[in-house]
């Protein structure tokens, strides 16, 4: 029997302009008037470097001459064509975020028509009620869209991630977007659908290498075996489908092999980092899998984890089988993975909230009002301490309040942002009268309760985006220490040489307009040396660049580092 029993009341759609704004507030904060922070100011430097570059630093990523080319160009490509279009007008680092708003979007929307289209199907319906009133078929599968996607926003692990220019963001959306695919192909094997889901194939390689669409290749085979389609029929379409995803990659190889920007070839330097994606699991990759996952995947996994359970006794259900296929396959990847970082796990969370979506429709009313009570409470709590912080940083009352919020930013001086301010008081409003929805009409819409968690969410970021977006901006943007290095170089500096890390060499070239040496090499007379006052290392230093340690044009780092990072600039002698 299956377990979902609902009305047609409980699959009220929600309104589309609501959906809309909830989607649009949490992508813009943190984009707008941010920084490039030392999480994504490197992959910022290779679009800014593209947009301002020729053609050889189209086909070479690189960070004003530090070769970047081991992820591939796609999500770079896309960053620096919203640079070249809107950098005009909103400024380099806010037109490159232009593409990260187009890579939410395309997340979200193939998440909201994969569980659409799933729910449609008659496996997934729910029981059909003695007198009547069961919802309809789009109605149920328009509820599940929405409640997916809601399950999405609420994770804590993309809420950082997805406002990060970063080529795992954009790995995330394509992986949404193979998904809808993969399930349009099952529901209509045919040689059209192949050739897409190739697309989405080729645009995943261009972003983050080849390991991953394999084994997705891997994952969608397995799951027309387990739902018995044709063997031969299949075997060809996703023979298509690889061949399209093929020839999307040789746009870039073919050109960057045959051209050899700057001398050199950035195709033997993707498929050497290519090579190193896959390792044997460990016992440490699956303790960092555990600790990471737990919150990155929160709430999702709760639910879908209960998905499984309550669709136990279901026969080949595709809204089961393919999610769980394609989790378990990355599952198996991302432990494979030598260097695993948090925005690895970005790839996994599309399936999972699609099985979490099935997962709520089973649950019983109880278990639900608890989530509501749970999200109520503790986010406005949350939300009640960020302010709170604020007004004791702007007053010094309460005085252990104000010393904890301006101890992380030595000389900083808090104003009042009115546009900040009106944003933040607006959001609280609008969460106060989703609150009073809740306990006032007691709804009955299946929704209820992940609208409640992901709208605190985005209070809370919100909140911090804009509350507090000065302080974080003063304490992680490398843009003061830019500016007083490009004030000791003379107007006609031609190059600098460098150490400095990818973050520090995008941050300082854009902010500072420094002209790094190119991927060609040569000889400059200014060397910009990065270390750490922990270390001293200064004979080594001086032997591999040719200066004198005691002879600095300037030293000076972030006004908030605690001695992680030096920063000395160097004239050579000539």
């Given at each position: ?177 193979f998904l809808y695919r993969a399930v349009r192909y099952v529901e209509g094997a045919s040689t059209r659908n192949a050739v897409l889901v190739g697309l989405s194939l080729g645009a995943l ?356 580092d605690r001695g992680d990072e030096r920063f000395r600039l160097f004239r050579r002698a000539r």
């Amino acid at each position: 029997m299956k377990p979902v029993r609902l009305p047609a009341a409980a699959t009220l759609a929600l309104p589309r302009w609501a959906l809309l704004a909830l989607g649009m507030l949490y992508i813009l904060p943190g984009l707008i008037g941010r920084h490039p922070w030392k999480e994504d100011a490197g992959s910022f430097g290779i679009m800014w470097t593209m947009a301002h570059g020729g053609l050889d630093d189209w086909l070479y990523p690189n960070i004003a001459g530090l070769a970047a080319a081991e992820e591939g160009p796609l999500a770079f490509w896309l960053g620096a064509i919203c640079i070249k279009l809107f950098g005009w007008l909103l400024g380099d680092v806010l037109a490159a975020r232009v593409s990260t708003i187009g890579i939410f979007v395309t997340g979200a929307m193939s998440l909201w028509y994969t569980a659409f289209h799933l729910g449609r199907r008659a496996e997934a319906q729910p029981l059909r009620l003695a007198f009547g009133g069961q919802p309809e078929p789009d109605d149920y599968g328009r509820t599940l869209g929405d409640t997916a996607v809601l399950i999405y926003l609420g994770c804590l692990g993309l809420l950082v991630q997805s406002h990060l220019t970063l080529a795992a963001t954009l790995q995330g959306a394509l992986l949404s977007y193979f998904l809808y695919r993969a399930v349009r192909y099952v529901e209509g094997a045919s040689t059209r659908n192949a050739v897409l889901v190739g697309l989405s194939l080729g645009a995943l390689a261009l972003t983050r290498g080849v390991v991953a669409p394999a084994v997705l290749v891997l994952a969608l085979y397995a799951c027309t075996r387990y739902l018995k389609l044709a063997t031969r029929e299949t075997l060809r379409h996703l023979g298509v489908a690889a061949g399209v995803g093929f020839l999307i990659t040789l746009v870039w190889i073919l050109p960057a092999a045959l051209l050899q920007p700057y001398g050199l070839s950035p195709v033997s330097q993707w498929l050497e980092w290519n090579a190193h994606q896959v390792g044997l699991p460990t016992l440490s990759s699956l303790g960092a899998f555990f600790r990471i996952g737990v919150w990155f995947f929160w709430p999702a996994w709760p639910f879908a984890a209960w998905a499984i359970w309550a669709w136990r006794r279901q026969q080949h259900l595709l809204h089961i089988v393919m999610p769980v296929m394609f989790f378990g396959a990355l599952t198996l990847l991302l432990l494979c993975d030598p260097a695993l970082e948090n925005a690895d796990f970005l790839k996994m969370l599309a399936p999972l909230a699609l099985m979490a979506a099935f997962g709520l429709p089973t649950m019983k009313r109880g278990a639900i009002n608890a989530i509501d009570w749970f999200s109520v409470m503790v986010l406005t709590i949350l939300g009640a301490l960020v302010w709170l912080f604020w007004i004791a940083k702007l007053t010094g009352w309460p005085a252990q309040l104000a010393k904890n919020a301006l101890k992380l930013v030595p000389g900083f001086k808090p104003e009042v942002g009115i546009v900040a301010f009106l944003v933040a008081a607006a959001t609280s409003i609008g969460w106060i009268m989703l609150v009073h929805w809740r306990l006032s009409r007691q709804p009955s819409v299946l929704w209820r309760a992940v609208v409640l968690s992901s709208s605190g969410l985005i209070l809370l970021w919100v909140l911090l985006m804009t509350l507090f977006l000065p302080d974080l901006n003063y304490s992680r943007s490398y843009a003061g220490m830019a500016q007083q290095i490009a004030a000791r170089l003379p107007a006609d500096t031609d190059c600098i040489e460098t150490n400095a890390g990818p973050a520090q060499r995008a941050s300082i070239a854009y902010f500072g307009r420094l002209p790094f040496v190119s991927l060609a090499g040569g000889h400059c007379r200014y060397v910009l040396i990065q270390d750490s006052i922990k270390k001293r290392d200064d004979d080594d230093l001086a032997q591999r660049y040719g200066v004198r340690p005691g002879a600095a044009l300037w030293e000076g780092q972030r006004v908030s580092d605690r001695g992680d990072e030096r920063f000395r600039l160097f004239r050579r002698a000539r």
